[in-house]
Each structure stands twice: as structure tokens, then as C-alpha cells.
């Protein structure tokens, strides 16, 4: 059974960092791409970051280029998402999956809120 669970978010100030991590189950991750995703209400989720199996390769939202840094631990089958810079509009649930330009499972963890106040 694939499961994701995603750490604790919380409330940051504006400006202020903060770094998701993400064990994954169920499913061997060392062979899989995995991304992070966000939902802020009233809108639909969006991929924020993605990162290769190996590692190499990483992509990223506009809206957060140069702020958030994901990376992984095969051996933890964790991932990661470093944020930096934060702002109000980076509000939201963060969730993690599979996959590199979609999400492969089906299947979303509870996610995460993270509130970003101004």
C-alpha cells in the first residue's frame, strides 16, 4: 500500500524557512521520480518541485525558483523541501508523490499546512 507521510508544516513569518520532509511507503523510491505538490484554497494543486530517482535532475514552479531546493534520501525513502524566502502566497498544503512532470499515484497523503504570515 503506497502511503506518504508528509512532517509537520506550521507558521512562519514572511521571509522566514522552512523544510518538509516526506517518508514514503509501499513502493521502492529509489526507482521513481518524486515531486512536491501544493493546494492553496480555492485553487487547484500545482507541482511546486520535482527531483529525479538519482537525484540529478530537479525542476521547479516559477513562483519558486531560487527559494525552494528539493532533494532526497533513497536510503530514508524521504524527500525533501527546503524553503527559503518565504511569502503569503506560499500558503498552502503541501503534498508529496511520485512522478517528475505529473503525480503517478492516485493515492495523496493528509499533506501538510503551511501558513506564511505578512
Known amino acids: 500500500e503506497v502511503q506518504f507521510a508528509e512532517s509537520r508544516g506550521g507558521l512562519v513569518q514572511s521571509g522566514g524557512s522552512l523544510k518538509l520532509s516526506c517518508a514514503a511507503s509501499?513502493?521502492?523510491?529509489?526507482?521513481?521520480?518524486m515531486s512536491w505538490y501544493r493546494q492553496a484554497p480555492g485553487k487547484e494543486r500545482e507541482l511546486v518541485a520535482a527531483?529525479?530517482?538519482?537525484?540529478?535532475?530537479?525542476r521547479y514552479a516559477d513562483s519558486v525558483k531560487g527559494r525552494f531546493s528539493i532533494s532526497r534520501d533513497n536510503a530514508k525513502s524521504t524527500v525533501y523541501l527546503q524553503m527559503n524566502s518565504l511569502k503569503p502566497e506560499d500558503t498552502a498544503v503541501y503534498y508529496c508523490?511520485?512522478?517528475?512532470?505529473?503525480?503517478?499515484?492516485?493515492?495523496w497523503g493528509q499533506g501538510t499546512q503551511v501558513t506564511v504570515s505578512s
Open positions: 509501499g513502493f521502492a523510491l529509489k526507482n521513481y521520480a
Open positions: 527531483i529525479s530517482n538519482g537525484g540529478a535532475a530537479t
Open positions: 508523490n511520485a512522478g517528475y512532470y505529473s503525480a503517478y499515484f492516485d493515492y
